[in-house]
């Protein structure tokens, strides 16, 4: 028969304790005994039983059964879903079922006989088992109905279709797949996409955002933990790892992840196995792993603050999204799908833009990509009046740089030069702060320190 699981048996006979120790040890995983109700609380936290063996009457009140209906009412606020079975002697049965309506699973009497006794404890182990398969469903659920159906991708530039065609002949495949991209060019866009358009379509799309996420809390999140790992761990919760089993992981921006992490990400790879936070035992995981990152990991790679090995398994397939400013005319066929979404959101009545309009966000560089469209547009149709929006309707953060005297051609096109006032501009229209002042300049953080290491800024 199967392993019964770690069992938990509380009676005030030693003699008790000491038959069914020396029973269940060869079918148990581990067992805990307990001559009283004093420590239950204690072991229900640190030793999290699949199963209590609870006797029904202690030294309080022999007849009444009533400790036993105390000790069952503080094992279910512990754990509501606890798998709780009486011991009682045959003439106690009808506390016995009593007990049952109040949240027991099932009772055996004393004396025991063997088969029996193991019987009603493999039943009580698949109900356990159950309970812990019906709560991993129900993540997988909610992950399921998880992201925007509705989210597509706009574009018909030669770049696009180029990013079209990848994912296209990528439709039947398995293989990890590496998106890189500057910020707000749409990379977890395309991740959905790879995910419907992949084997795993049916099964959950669970994504983590790495750079959102505290490093301390990476491994909880990814991994899972049981109840009482730490001192928050009220109760066990599934990783996403686990979560995402038969369908797809998508870790997004990845480059953010410390080294320590990345070996534990590789190893989880590696091995197709994890362990919850506070467990001994092994979960085996089936994912499919879709990482994105605006870094240049391969810089990353080459100054040792990325694993090569884990960045080998993670771009079976790599895949570059464009930055906007690359893609032409879908600036427009963007501008326009925004317009007409924030356009009913509103309930605004605006038909599109002026050639004057369409001019000026032709020319912008967008620093921010599609996500710095899509607020502008948002922006634009708030704060505009009349059926046409406007070049006026469209302020931007940034500004071309004035054009400057013939004689000093020479310093405006030296390339150092250019980048110090570039960086310069970007660290004061962002008033210091690093991570817009990146955005600002199309590049990620780690690049802007090294930049201002380089300028001497």
Not at 10 to 29: G, I, R
Not at 280 to 297: E, G, K, Y
Not at 392 to 416: D, G, I, S, Y
């Amino acid at each position: 028969m199967e392993k019964l699981g770690k069992i938990l048996i509380v009676d005030d006979n030693e003699d008790v304790l000491f038959a069914l120790n020396l029973l269940l040890e060869p079918y148990s995983e581990k067992i805990k005994v307990s001559t009283g109700p004093e420590r239950l609380e204690y072991f229900m936290t640190t030793f999290q039983p699949d199963i209590v063996l609870l006797d029904m009457n202690f030294s309080r009140d022999v007849v009444s059964g009533q400790e036993g209906f105390d000790c069952l009412k503080q094992i279910l606020r512990i754990d509501p879903q606890a798998v709780v079975i009486f011991m009682t002697a045959y003439s106690d049965t009808d506390k016995a079922v009593r007990a049952i309506k109040a949240g027991a699973t099932d009772f055996i009497p004393k004396p025991w006989e063997k088969e029996k006794l193991l019987a009603t404890l493999s039943s009580g182990m698949k109900l356990r088992r159950s309970q812990c398969e019906v709560n991993l469903l129900k993540e997988q659920v909610e992950a399921l109905s998880g992201g925007n159906a509705d989210e597509r991708i706009i574009g018909e530039s030669d770049a696009m279709r180029a990013v079209f065609d990848t994912v296209e002949k990528l439709r039947d495949t398995d293989a990890n797949i590496l998106i890189l991209g500057e910020n707000g060019t749409g990379k977890d866009v395309v991740a959905r996409l790879l995910y419907r358009n992949s084997p795993r379509s049916g099964k959950p799309f669970v994504t983590i955002d790495l750079g959102s996420i505290p490093e301390q809390l990476f491994e909880s999140e990814l991994f899972g933990y049981e109840k009482g790992a730490f001192t928050d761990a009220r109760k066990a919760k599934a990783g996403r790892m686990e979560v995402a089993t038969g369908g797809t992981l998508f870790l997004d921006e990845i480059g953010n992840l410390s080294l320590p992490m990345q070996a534990k990400l590789l190893t989880a790879i590696e091995k197709r196995q994890i362990s919850r936070l506070g467990s001994t035992q092994s979960t085996p995981i089936d994912v499919r792993l879709i990482c994105a990152t605006n870094a240049d990991i391969r810089r990353m790679v080459e100054e040792e603050r990325f694993r090569q090995d884990l960045l080998y398994r993670i771009n079976t397939i790599e895949l570059h999204i464009p930055p906007l400013r690359e893609r032409g005319n879908d600036i427009l066929l963007l501008a326009d799908h925004f317009l007409q979404r924030y356009a009913r959101k509103y309930q605004k009545e605006m038909r599109g833009l002026t050639r004057e309009a369409k001019n000026k966000l032709l020319k912008y560089a967008w620093p921010g990509n599609v996500r710095e469209l899509q607020h502008t547009m948002e922006r634009a149709v708030i704060l505009g009046d009349g059926s046409l929006l406007r070049p006026e309707n469209f302020v931007f953060q940034t500004t071309p740089p004035a054009a400057r005297p013939l004689k000093e051609e020479k310093e405006v096109l030296n390339l150092e030069q250019l980048e110090r006032q570039a960086v310069e501009r970007a660290m004061r229209l962002s008033e210091g702060n690093m991570t817009k002042a990146a955005e600002y300049l199309g590049i990620t953080r780690f690049a802007l320190y090294r930049k201002i290491e380089k300028l001497g800024l």
